[in-house]
């Protein structure tokens, strides 16, 4: 993405013989002659998503910004078709972030057809371990990203406006990182990698300066995945370490922010679910006399057009990548998505659904209940009535 690349240098630490013996020097680091860390090349990807909307008309969008479709994914191995979106994002440049510190971020902006914009900084990087762990904390805790991603979706959106489907006026947001190295001096194994820079890792996908327990450490590092023996993947819940060349990656990094679309989606509906639930506690705690069952109808009738709509998205959400052969993209995304959380709300969503579809039914028992005994009444009173005229008629 970027044209130039940010050399990040900090000093190296040559230790003495002696410390190796005494165990002085740090985990993860081993001797080389006139050096302790091997030298890394990559990039580091910023990814910041909103919900802004129910829906993005693509083909419209496009017209307006005179943006591309984004090309499907490579894949390691040759193969006729894997991972596919069905209706793939747009993709449009952005202006470069310049930082604070002068670090310079080449930018894009990608549109999902579900109503999800994603907003993609990159930076690439020249430097030891030490660079990636002090940057990888820097930016995970102490960087605004969202404020800057936030400006630009809002400025995009004014041309956008036409495209877009049930605009919201709050929006749901989440980030996340991808320290993506594809150069690794020496060419270790993933194995080799992990053994000798686990501790390493385990930091930089923490976002943390100090050294982590060794119960934190192999608990990271558990979430890897490798396709080759020198290719890895290890994901957090807000980062992931890629060591892989930079088209063999490609793949995990649409994963990833694939998955994370998902959350927001899913969050959104919780959310939706969550505020109709309880409009619909505070109609039935007005109760359930007979003139309050006729009012349940409408809430009824507004609950069932929620259910529907939900059920909709979330099949577009859901259907928006298909894994047709390809076992390990989809190993991949099922350990992404349950590192960030999408299986633990689509549960919630799932419940919800549930229970808003019992109140319904309860509603429209309720009501088809006092309609059938007003039905009655009436049938009753019509009868009363028939039977005064036709008495009152002999009497007469």
Known sequence: MADLETTLTFPKTVFPESAVSQGALPQGARMAPGAVDQAL???????????????IRLDQLREIFGARTMQQPSFKHSAPAYVRYQRPPVVESIDPLILDSGERLEGQIKYYDYGVLSVVFELPFSGDW????????????????????SRIVREKLERAAPALVKRYTDWLSEDYFIFHVREIAGSPSAAELCASHGGRIAQIVRGELAQLSDGERNEILQSRASYYPNDLAVIGW??????????????????LEYANSQLLEFRHYDELLTRELATVYAALDKGTGM????????????????LLDVNEL??????????????????????????????????????????????????????????????????????????????GGKTM
């Open 41 to 55: 090349h990559g990039s580091v990807l910023v990814l910041i998503q909103f919900d802004v909307c129910e829906e």
């Open 130 to 149: 030490d660079t990636l762990v002090r940057l990888g904390s820097r930016w995970v805790w102490d960087v605004d990203f969202e404020k800057h991603a």
């Open 238 to 255: 807000n980062a992931a370490f890629l060591y892989d060349s930079e088209s063999g990656a490609e793949t995990a990094i649409q994963l």
């Open 291 to 306: 003139w309050a069952r006729w009012r349940l109808a409408r809430a009824a009738t507004a609950l069932h057009t929620v």
């Open 314 to 391: 979330t099949e577009r959400a859901d259907n928006a990548i298909k894994f047709l052969s390809d076992m390990f993209s989809a190993r991949l995304y099922k350990l992404a998505a349950a590192k960030v959380g999408v299986p633990d709300y689509k549960d919630l969503v799932t419940q919800k659904l549930k229970t808003a579809e019992d109140l319904y039914r309860f509603m429209v028992d309720q009501f088809n209940q006092s309609r059938a005994f007003v039905l009655e009444l009436m049938v009753v009173i019509i009868l009363i009535v028939e039977l005064v005229f036709l008495f």
